[in-house]
Nanobody
């Protein structure tokens, strides 16, 4: 079974930046894409970006373009999310997961909380 661990969140002032990390373990880890999601209280987990595991293709939702970068280290089974110019509306719990099409592949991790506030 694959185990996902997200880390790197915290309290950041508006305009700051963060790198979130998603580490995967388990012998069956073989995603088509690794995606990042975020969830705010009372709302669903929303997909906003993804990276192909076997190419360098990335995808971002329209409102996530420009301030978010997704990268990966295949040898370490790790995906990164870099966020710059953080805004209060970026406050959320961030999760990663594998996807094939619209199918979520693995059990959800605990997420990492990002709070953007002065």
């Amino acid at each position: 079974q694959v185990h996902l661990v997200e880390s790197g969140g915290g309290l950041v002032q508006p305009g700051g930046s963060l790198r979130l990390t998603c580490s995967a373990s388990g012998s069956t880890f073989d995603p088509s894409f690794m995606a990042w999601f975020r969830q705010t209280p009372g709302n669903d987990r929303d997909l906003f970006g993804a990276i192909s595991w076997y190419t360098d293709s990335t995808y971002f939702a329209e409102d996530a373009k420009g301030r978010f970068t997704i990268s990966k280290d295949v040898a370490k089974n790790t995906v990164y999310l870099d966020i710059v110019d953080l805004k209060p509306e970026d406050t959320a719990v961030y999760y990663c997961n594998g996807r094939i099409g619209a199918t979520i592949l693995y059990p959800w991790g605990q997420g990492t909380r990002v709070t953007v506030s002065s």
